[in-house]
């Protein structure tokens, strides 16, 4: 028989009258890009704790009615964030109580996110955990925009990385990513993406080299924007994009103009709506809504 239908309260290592919490990643966008996995664990979740970048169908339509929904999460250059330290409480609070939790994360539970002190936490009070992989942002922009990450002949590596902050890399990083062979896949870097740009252009990026801009990838609102990269600036300096982001550079990123099989949506509009708690609305009043790290 699957855990997912054993009675939590009896499993041989949770502490007495103790919950569980499922660390689990809902995809980048599509509703059903969601495991059977942790779908299953959702519609029998009592409290689910969930991110911004998580879509509203997976909520509405895959949880129990009576589950009480909780929005958290973070964003890393503007907005409120729901602090970590408020996360961790909440895991601690409800599973304490003896109640399944699942912390929902949009694309992979681990990529880019602060699983590491969700598990610290649950480690120190004793309180039984699984991770669920989820199809993190990198795979599902990639697949949806028709851009095979390791094309063979064009790349046989690929990078996930991230350049929120314009100083996070030093010189001889930058000109190793400028020289690599490997695919790049950047998070979280859409507002310095000039910058970024900028570097790989100064330390000698090949000319063989595209960048794809993927906007809400695999949700109905997706639009993808290629060029070469030594076109970018000309062509798209100062450009802002709708959250969550996606960019690919290397060479496979030229494959999204000939095989292409998502039209673009030609939307600005956001696809990640704020998520209204279900239940208990005054006990949440303390807490932010903002947006998942993940972007």
Not at 204 to 221: H, Y
Request: hydrophobic fraction near 40%; include cysteine; aromatic fraction near 8%.
């Amino acid at each position: 028989m699957s855990e997912v239908n054993q009675d939590i309260s009896k499993r041989p290592n949770s502490p007495s009258g103790s919950g569980k919490v499922i660390l689990a990643g809902a995809g980048p966008g599509d509703p059903e890009l969601l495991t059977i996995k942790a779908l299953r664990y959702l519609q029998k979740a009592d409290v689910v704790i969930t991110d911004r970048l998580v879509s509203e169908e997976i909520l509405t339509n895959y949880t129990r009615e009576d589950a009480l929904i909780i929005s958290v999460g973070k964003q890393c250059s503007k907005g409120a964030s729901t602090p970590q330290s408020e996360i961790n409480d909440l895991l601690v609070e409800h599973a304490g109580s003896g109640k399944l939790v699942v912390r929902l994360k949009g694309g992979d539970a681990s990529i880019f996110s602060n699983i590491l002190d969700e598990l610290r936490t649950l480690a120190t009070h004793q309180i039984p955990y699984e991770i669920i992989p989820g199809i993190t942002a990198a795979l599902g922009a990639a697949a949806y925009a028709a851009i095979p990450l390791t094309a063979r002949g064009y790349s046989t590596a690929v990078r996930f990385l991230t350049h929120y902050k314009k100083d996070d890399l030093n010189e001889s990083y930058w000109k190793e990513l400028a020289q690599t062979a490997d695919t790049l896949v950047f998070y979280m870097s859409s507002e310095p993406l000039d910058h970024l740009v900028e570097n790989l252009l100064q330390y000698g990026i090949g000319a063989d080299k595209w960048l794809a801009v993927i906007e809400q990838a695999t949700t109905p609102l997706q639009n993808v924007y290629n060029c070469p990269i030594h076109e970018y600036l000309s062509a798209k300096r100062g450009s802002h994009y709708v959250s969550p982001t996606l960019i690919i550079i290397g060479k496979v990123a030229a494959l999204h103009e000939p095989f292409q099989w998502l039209p673009d949506s030609h939307s600005k509009e956001n696809y990640f709506a704020p998520v209204a708690p279900r239940t208990a609305e005054s006990s949440l009043k303390k807490y932010s809504y903002a947006d998942s790290a993940e972007t």
